[in-house]
């Protein structure tokens, strides 16, 4: 099997996405939603980053311009690269994949625009760890709900967590506050992405995402949901996990 082809990977989700090209990194485009609540979850991610790693023998500095400088990050499933680069801008190592070639061209394309040195691949999470590697963080955000297997996914992803790293997990709850907010609402209503991007039946429940990651060894150390505030059209951290999610899970040392 290749190293863009894996039990993981779904060939129409790999076609559907493959088709943004430089449209990734259009504001007003297919991944607007994506682009709005992108600096929430940055943000969430940064904290968490810096909280967890120390900076020599001391907490690093969140206020700092590069917070997470000498830390190496894996983003998986890396689309057009809108989580890789402002992880690059905090200092970070980041290593990011995808199985699409088109989308690592665009992100390429996107990052030396911006002067930004990226490890950009196109390969899957099952040949990256086959290649034994490991990082101080493995990101698998807005990706989970898009693979045909989730479970090998996981495997792979958890097994390039170094000891004392972590693992962060982003995706959506397979609820019908879900189906009525991300499906019916997000798709249909609102258009924020185009209809049929998101199958319902692939959402995780988040016992699914806990259970396949403890097997592998890792612990949850943090669970917060997403909710957007559609009067001040901005998205914010919340205890509600109904629809968006993210959870931190750490390897221990």
């Known amino acids: 099997m290749s190293e ?10 790999l076609a559907r996405f493959a088709r943004l090209g ?40 969140r206020a700092t311009e590069q917070p997470l400088a000498g830390l190496r990050i894996v983003d998986l499933g890396c689309g057009g690269g809108l989580l890789a680069e402002p992880l690059a ?28 040195t990226i490890d950009y691949r ?10 034994g590697e490991s990082f101080d963080a493995v990101l698998a955000m807005e990706v989970l709900e898009h693979v045909a297997d989730v479970n090998s996914f996981l495997a792979a992803g958890a097994s390039l ?10 995706t959506l709850n397979r609820t019908l506050k879900s189906y009525a907010l991300a499906i019916v609402g997000a798709e249909y209503l609102l258009r924020w992405v185009e209809p049929g991007t998101h199958d319902w039946t692939k959402f995780l429940r988040p016992g699914e995402l806990t259970r396949p990651l403890q097997r592998a060894g890792l612990k949850e150390i943090d ?31």
């Open 122 to 131: 196109s390969v899957t999470v099952e040949a990256l760890a086959q290649a």
């Open 161 to 170: 967590v170094r000891p004392g790293g972590l693992f962060v997990g982003a």
């Open 22 to 61: 430089d449209l990734w990194w259009d504001l007003n485009g297919p991944q607007a939603a994506l682009h709005k609540f992108n600096p929430t979850r940055v943000n969430y991610l940064r904290n968490l980053l810096c909280a967890h790693f120390p900076d020599g023998d001391k907490p690093r500095s």
């Open 89 to 116: 801008r905090l200092g970070a190592q980041v290593t990011a994949i995808d199985p699409a070639e088109e989308n690592i061209l665009a992100a390429r394309r996107h990052a030396d625009l911006r002067g930004l």
């Open 4 to 13: 863009n082809r894996s039990a993981s990977t779904d060939p129409e989700e």
């Open 223 to 253: 669970r917060s949901g997403m909710v957007y505030n559609p009067l001040l059209d901005q998205w914010r951290l919340s205890g509600d996990t109904d629809v968006n999610y993210m959870i931190a899970f750490e390897r221990p040392a």
